[in-house]
Structures are given as C-alpha cells and as structure tokens.
C-alpha cells in the first residue's frame, strides 16, 4: 500500500501543525478551552471511579458475606455503592454543560481560525500568488477543510478522557499482576498502528484526489450560485452540469473508497492481533483462578479491568487517529497563514514614506513583463513617462497589456526587468501601504460588495468610511447621490437582494465603484488616479457628464485612463497607443490622428458612424 | 402536533428513501453488523457470568470453556467496531452526494432566476451546505435504534431474571426524551435566524481570501476591517447560540440526572443483594455490567430523539428547497415554440416590479416587434433595458400585462425550448473555468463541442485570434481555477463568451444585452456587423434581434430603436425619425456624436 511521498506530509511538520492547531484553540478563547479542559478531566475521572469502585466492591463482598455488614470489608463495600452512586451521577450530569461548552468552543475556533487564513491571504502583498495553480489549490482545500479541525477539539477531549479511563482500567487489572496492563498496552500496538495507517493512506489519497473534487464543487457551482444563472438558463445546462459533477466526483470518490476498502482487511487482521493481548491476560487470569491461585472475587473485578483497559487503549488511537484525520490539512492551512512572512513574492523591504512627495511623475523604464511560469511576454521594454500632473489614455486591442502596466503601476507584481518611478524614486523602495494609498484606482473588474452603499463607496478610503459628507460629495461627483439617496434605507441600503437588499443595475454598479474611486481620491490623499474602463457600463449622459467633470477631477492629479470608447479615452491630454506590450504611438489626439497610424484607423472604425449620420456634416 | 408527525414522515420518507436508492447493499450490511455488536455486548456480560457460576461451582473445565467462548467475543467485537468506522465510509458520501445532485437539479432547473437572487432561498441552502453530512449520518441512526433496541431488551431481560426491580430502573428517564426534542427542536430554530449572519461571515472571509476583491482588499488596505467586521459580526452569534444552548442544557441536566440515579440505584440494590447473600457474584458482576449496557441504551436512545431533531431541521430545509415554487409558473400549455417567428413579438402594458421589492422597474411597456427585424433598447442606466430583456427569456413573468410571440402568451410556451431557440450575449457573462472548446461550446450542447461548430463560433465573435494565441489552442484550459489554466484578459473572455453566444446558428431570437462593454474598437465593431447582417434579406429567415447598448453607432442601424425612461417607452423609431422628432433620443446622440468631432 504506497503512498505516493509527494502526498505526504512529514511526521514532524504533522506534529507541530496539530500542536500549533492546540495553541490555536486556545487562542481563540482561553476561557472555553480551560473549561473545556476542565470538564474533560472530570469526564474522564467520574467512569475511572466507577471501575475502580466496582472493582472495590467485589472483592469486599465475599468477605463481607462471612463476617456481616459491620465489619472492615462490610463497610468498604458499603462506601463502595456510595461512592459509585456519586461518581454515576457525576459523570452524567456533566455530559450536557461539556457538549454546550464543545459547541462555543468549536465555533469560536472555526471563526479564529477563519480569521487566521483571511490575514494570512490578505498580508500576501503581491497578486503572484494567486497565478499559482498550487496555492489555489491549497487555499480550496482549506476552505473545504470547514469545519474538520473544530471537530478535532472533541475528539481531543475525547482522547483525554479515555487516557485518564485506561489508568483507572490499568489500576483494576494490576490486581492480577503488575504486568498485565504493560502486557495489554504493547499488545495493542497493532491496533495503533491499524488507525495510523489508514489515516496516512486516505489522507494521502484525498489530498491527491482533491482536484478531482473541487471540478465537481466548481460544476456543482456552475448549477447552485446567481451568477451563472442566466446563461445556465438560456443553454440550458442543468443535466449536462449535474452530469459532469457527478462524474468528477465519482472520479474523485472512488479511488479514495478503493484505498479505504484495502485498508479495511489490513485493519481487520491488525484488531485480532491486537485482541491476542486481551485474550492471552484473561485466559492467565483464568486459569490462575482454576487452580486456586487467585479469589474468584478479585479475578471478577480484575476482568473488568483487563477488558476496559483495552477498549480504552483502542478509543485513544481513534481519537487519534480522528484527530490526525481532521487535521491532515492543517499543516496546509498554517502554511498558508505564514506565506507572507516566509516567502511573499514581492520584495517588501521598502521603507521610504511616499507621503509628501512633490511631484507625482510616473516613468516606467525598459519594463518587461512574464506571468511567473508562463511565457508569453505581456510587456515588451516598455518606456513611458507620464509628468506630474498630466492625464494619458492607453489605448490598444484587447489583450495588449494596458490593464498589466496598471497592476504593475499598483504594485500587484514587479517587472520581471526594468523599473517604475514615482517621482523619481524606483517604487520597490516605498513603503507598499503608503506607496498604494497615493493611488486611486477604479479596476475594469470592480468589486460588488454585498454590503452597505456606505461600504460599497466607503471602501475606497476605510479610515474615513464614517465621514458622511466625504460619502456624500463623492456620491455627487460621479453622479450617483441621488440614486444612493433614493434607495430604501438611503446609504444603509444592502446592495444585494439575496442579503435582503435592492440589486443595482450594470451601470449604476459602475457610478458606485466610481464613487469608491473618487472617495480614495478625496479621502485619503492619492494623487495618482486610474481608471481602467471607467465608462464600459455608463449611459451617454453620465459618461458626458464624466466628461465634463474630468477636467476638474483630474486637476492636480497625475491620471491613467484606459478606454476602448474613443469618447471617453479623450478627455485625457495625452494618447498612448499599446500593442503586444509596446507603446506604438504617442501623442494628442490631433497628433496621432494627423499620422494616420493605428489609433487613428481603429478611431475612425468608431466615429465613422456618426459621421454617416449627417448630424457632424 | 399531528402536522408536525405528518411533516416529519414526509421529512424521513424522503430521507430513507434516498438512502435506500444510494447505497443499498451497504445499508443492509451494515445494519448486519451492528446487530451483531448489540448482541455481543449483552452476551459479553452473560458470559461473565457462566464463567464466575462455574468457577463458584468448581466446574474447572466448563469455566475454561466459557472462558474461551467468552474471548472469542471480545475479540471479535473488538475487532469489528474497530473497523466499523471504515465499513461506513461511502455511505455517508453517496448519500450526501445524491442530496448535491437533487439540490442542483432543482436550483438549476427551476425555470426562474428569483430563487437565486432570494435571501430566504440563500439562508436555507446555507444551512444545508454547512450540514450536508447529517443526512448521511441518518442511516446510522437507524442502525443505532437496532442497536439500542437490541441490547436493550436482551439486558433487561437478563437483568429481570436476578430481580424484576432491575428491570424496571432504566426506564426511569425515558419521559426527559420528549422534553429534550422539543427543546432541541427550538434550539435549531435559532440557525434560521443566524444563517444570513452566517452567509454574510461567509462573504467576507470570501472577500479577503477571493481574488475576486484581491486588488481592492490590497489597494484600498481593507483587509483589517474586513477582519475586524468578520470577528465582530461572529462573536454575537456564536454567542447568540451558545447562550440558547446552556438556556436549554437544563432539560439535559434532567435527563442527565435520571440517567445517573437509574444507574446508581440498580448498582446499590445488586450491592445490597449481594451483601444480602441473594445475589451470586457472577449475577453482580454480569448485573452492573448489563445494567450499564441498559442504561447507555437508554441515554443513546434519547440521545438518537435529540439528534432526530437536528436530522428532522435538516431534512425540512432539504424539502423546503426541494419544493420552492417558482415565481415562473409551468403549469402552462407547454407549447413548442415556432422555429421562425412569423408574425412578431408583442410586448402588451407590461408592469413589472421584482419580487420581494417595492419600486416597479417597467411600468406598463407595449411594443410591437415584427418578425425578422432588428431592435435597440436605449436608454439611462437603471431604465429597464436588462430588465426587459430578462423577461423576454423568460426569467420572470411580468407581474401584469403579457408578452406573446406569434400571437402566443410566452407563459404557454415549453420555457425550455423557447431558450433553446434564443442566442443570448450578457453583460455580465460567465468566466467558465473550462477549455476554450468547451467554453465556447456548452452555448449549443447539441453540437457536442464539435470543432468546425466551435470555431465557426469563434470566427463569428472575432475570438479566433484569443484561441490561436493559448498554448493547447482550442483544448487550453481557461481561467486560474484549475491547473494549467491560462487567465485571459477581461476583452478576451468578453470574446469567448460572445463566441458562446454565437453557437445557436439559426435562433428565433438573438439578444445582445451590453455584449461590447470590454472589447476594442475592432472587435466591437465586428459585433455589430453581424447584428446589422441579421436585418439583411438572407438565405435563412431572420431572427428577431435585440440589442440594448449605449453605443448609439451601433443603435442607429437598428430598423426601431425603442427609447426606455422610468420604465416606460418614451420615444420610438427609427434613427432618423427619432432625430427629426428632436427628444430624448436626438440629444443623447448629439452628444456622444459631438465627442468624435
């Protein structure tokens, strides 16, 4: 039964995630975790007491019978019932207060450890990661992990218990013989080795099959969320969807189940070897008793002993084993967590404050620029110097790199060669936080965050997210204040109905994301503006009125724009005309439209249909 | 009471049901050997007690005999619950995968979009989502009643025969079990209140883990509040629910105490009659052994009601999806849509206002649209463009007044057929994290991926040049999801799906909502060629086409632009009766026209 080594994880890195998982629970809430603690320890020793206090009133009855109740063995029979009666009652009534301290004590854990995984991701300073097809793999397992680590909390305790419980076992069966629980513990190593194993090999082979799975959540995906939903509709793909979940996920399943079911006589064979030790101390016991060697009413109690010592020897290993198994992908997930600190991908040791910066010029020097693992060559030597202040439109096909350069410009990656400046200063040696809050960015693929319009425009500078008339006035700016004004709840209104709020039509999304621009622009001091494909979803009147107001909103600021509306793409001062990661063409609108190059074919392209309409002749 | 005993059969009929079908075999024989652990362990203490009767009795061999027998069981039943975890394992899996696949089916399959766009249906898809190992886990619980019936009865019986009192104490507790379903039943109510709570947690570790938000989580630094709001909105529920659920440990510590004294008393009274000299060592050591046998019994007994509860909130949700209604009604006649629509589309005095929300977004909309011609749907954000198109696919039934095709109400239209007919390009298209091929091709399934079908497709939509640039051309995986996938640009998946669009060849209906918003100039502009083509006299019949843009360049070739304000029609025409009328539609173009002077 290999295990395919790539699929393994070291013993060692194993250990240390499920001790740093233990330290983690404790973090999440040291008060449950006492509690918890403390209840498992009583759990434990209430049973414990109930074995040895039977084990005490055998033996004493016997005796007790001869001489009568008022006598030694009399009364330590009668303390016996008493004492079991507690102890019964002890363990019982503690049952529920543990499962509703489980309960918190889980959640909480889940929700810390969620948290954990979002700083960890978020302190990712650079997007590279994310081209990654190993960390998206990673980070799907440990979203799939859910709940599997909270419930290694009970188990945990519940292996706690049945330690304590093997002791108390221990105890009972020693009234044979010293050796008779060492005997049982090294017997039931097989069934140790049983549990470890099938956890390696199904652990092993999940992780292996996980892609398999995660193509059979993305399809189930495809069938259950909104988006997808129209076009699910109009090509009709309800059975083809289901089909293909199903199958991947057979895929996925069946080799795992084949690996279980091999397990299985494995695991079979190493419990009757491990039942051998219980046999062979019971039947000694036995026969020391045939022949007199030992009280038959001892012999009854240390029977009870031998027995429960084992049952109690295999509980531990499954709760082992359970543990091991819910926490297979916690190494996964605490590497994740400390991705940034180990290896970020992006260097980070700048220190320089971009606060206060005079003059906010732009040079991108010779910058060349590869997807980490891919070869296409997005940016090709690119030079480009934009001047404080000034406004540029790139332009170009899809696919020519503009929306790249302004990643590169946000420090999502850096050049694979070359440099950009930010007044002159290389932008690796800002600081990345002051650096990125110079900058206010509207991105083609904006977010639509179902959560309040305040969020939703707030966002875009989050200490100032409170001030209401830095909302409004940037609401106003992109001519969406009356819109957010008009909502059910004003700006506490939901921006999604599957959250109970309203749904916002295409181009209104757009005047939000744009207002969430203009409020970094305000809020917080970012001199640098980019839009990308700020206009796509607009309406002629606001993308005029955007027009009319570039001027004044681009004022002071050093501006990227990047529009395939020739429309729109002339509000700024100057053209850069991008093709397969170069810069072609350079210049105003009259300049380039004078040398007749590309832009000025692909702008007639455009305006020729307005021309025909007579209207401009 | 007799509703909720009513609700309940449908919720476990449903559920064996789907068991039964999943994974039968594997049922039966797990239920086999469940039975024989319940049995083993009653034997177990019986035979604790031959062997201590025969020791007493100085019968040397039948004790080593019983002795033996007695090992064998143990051993074996050691050994079998060891594994019994693994013998399980599919079950649960098969099970709740059947319930994946249903629930897919249904959600996909209801005919509206309401339900996706609907908090309730969200909250009750998340309760399952979080819980979809419970049903699976219902088989054991009816293997687990076996059980508890099993080594129950076998233990009382065996404990009547040292005295009937024995008999009688586990039963004691037995009344705490209703009161324990009732409140656990209150108890898992209270998840119907947290799951919006819970999907909204849900949304934000999305946002900080998702690359959907990536660039604005770091741009905007918004990865501390998102944290903080996460903790925030967690730490009230969580402790929302662990109060209810230490408000409702009391019942529990009831049950709890029954438990215990039940015990307690049988253990006190085999001690006094065996001190009493009635009861042998053998019956005492068998008796306390049987009487915890019993009592477990009972408490898992009990504990089985409990969890019946959480099964039963479970299985109710599950229904409740199963049986969404959507607000798109298929009692209709069903009718097979024409394959070429002859007449004309008339959209009569349609209202329409969301369900679930109060501001009507088309109030009283008629239009008539001759077969075979092209029209544009212009108009402000938020006029109501999309929200037309949607009703013409069907998404929604207007909330009054009709649309009818040849003469036809939609609402007596086979809805499936009637899409099957329609080419449809959406601006907000989906990124198929799949190969070109097959994201270009689930537009017709018919056409079962075939190549010249796809790169016709491709050809039509000006995406030959995105496929010829991917490493594997058109068998390259698409998007960042999976290994080896190549991320496009937000143009270049605009062409894939406006490829997509495009495998319907001879559609009834072809509707562009917004499909350019990303793409270059060219590109663009080869859109709208084709559009303008499908107004062309050709060899097929043409399609009515609708295409809603802010691009007036394309509009105008339109042979009727239909100028949508506040949900009603404000201006209709062509291009050039529209201008000469000088209103709304004249000074919207004039002024994009005026940027291209």
Redesign the interface.
Known sequence: MEVDPKYQVPWREELAANIRGLWLVARSSPWFTLAMLLLALVSGIAPAIVVVQ?GA??TN??P??GVG?DSAP?HR??T??IT???A??????????R??VT??LQ??FH?HL??S???G???L?G?AY??D?EF??K?AVT?WIGWAPAQSVQQFTGGIQAVIQFFAMAVVAAMYAGWAPVVLAVGAIP?GI?AWH?TTVVGAVQWRYS?EI??AN???G?????????????????D???ER??KH?LNG?EEV?KK?RR??TV??LL??V???S??GV??SA??A??DGRFE??A???S??GI?GA??SL?AIF?SAAAIRRNNYWLPNALQLMSLAKTEPRLDISGTKSAHGLAALGIVFEGVTFR?AG???VILDNLNLSIPPGSSIALV????AGK?TLI?LM?R?YDPTEGRILLDGVDIREFDL?EL??R?A?I?????H???SAADNVG????QA?ADQALLTESARRVGVLD?INGL?DGWQTVLA????G???????W??VALA?AMM?SLGRDSDVLILD?PT?????????EL?EHFADLSRGRTTILVS?R??TV?MAERIVFMQDGRIIEDGTHDELMQSRGRYSE??E???????E?G??E | MRKHLRRMKRVYGTMIGLAWSSARNRAAGLFAVIMLLAVAGAAQSFMTKLVIDALQAGAKDTAITMGVIYMVIVAGSNSLSGVFGLLHFDLADRIGQELDRRLIKISAGLPGLDHLERAEFADKMKIVKERSGIPGEMLNMFNLIGYVIVGLSVSVVLLGFIHPLLAVLPFISVPTGYFQYRSNRKHFKEFDKTAPEERLATHYVELTTGIEAAKEVRLFGLAGHLIGAHKKLTDAYIRKLFLDRVRRSGVGLVSGLAYGLALAGSVALLGWLALRGRATIGELAMGVALARVAIGRVEMADQLVAWSAELSFVGERYLWLFDYESDVKLDGAGLTPPKVITQGITIDDVHFTYPGTETAVLNGVSLFIPAGSTIALVGENGAGKSTLVKLLCRFYDPTSGSIKVDGTDLRQIDVEKWRQGSAVSFQDFVKYQLTAREAVGVGELEANFDGARVAAAARQANATSVINRLPDGVDTQLGRDFEGGIELSEGEWQRIALARGSMRTDPALLILDEPTASLDARAEHAVFERFAEMARPGGAPPPVAVLVSHRFSTVRMADLIVVLNDGIIEELGTHDELMRRGGRYCELFSLQASRYD
Not at chain 1, 606 to 611: E, I, K, L, T
């Open positions: 039977t009133l055998i009855i016997t007790a019978l109740l009399g029979a009668q016996a019932i079991l009666g507690i019964i009652i002890a363990s019982q009534v503690i049952g529920p207060i499962q509703a309960f918190g959640r909480r929700a969620s948290r995984v979002m700083t991701i978020s302190d300073p997007m994310f081209e097809s998206r793999d980070l979203e069934a049983a099938y892609p995660r193509k993305y399809y189930k495809l069938g259950l969320k909104k988006e997808p939903g129209k076009e699910m509709r109009i090509s009709g793909l309800r083809w969807v289901t979940q199903g996920w399943k189940w279980q397990t299985l695991s079979l419990y009757i491990a039942s051998a219980v046999v019971y039947l036995l026969l008793t045939v038959i009413g012999f009854t109690a029977t009870m027995i084992s049952s295999i499954q997807y891919a070869d296409r170009g096909e899809n696919g929306t990643k946000c999502f936080v990125r809050s900058l960015v991105f083609q693929d904006f977010v965050y179902n959560l966002f875009g500078a989050v997210r819109k059910p109905r599957d959250y109970d309203v749904d916002l039509s295409g181009g209104e757009q005047r969430r970094a494909e796509a979803s607009l309406d002629v009147r606001l993308e005029h027009y395939h020739f429309s002339r692909l702008y392209i455009q305006a020729s249909h307005y021309r309409s209207v401009l």
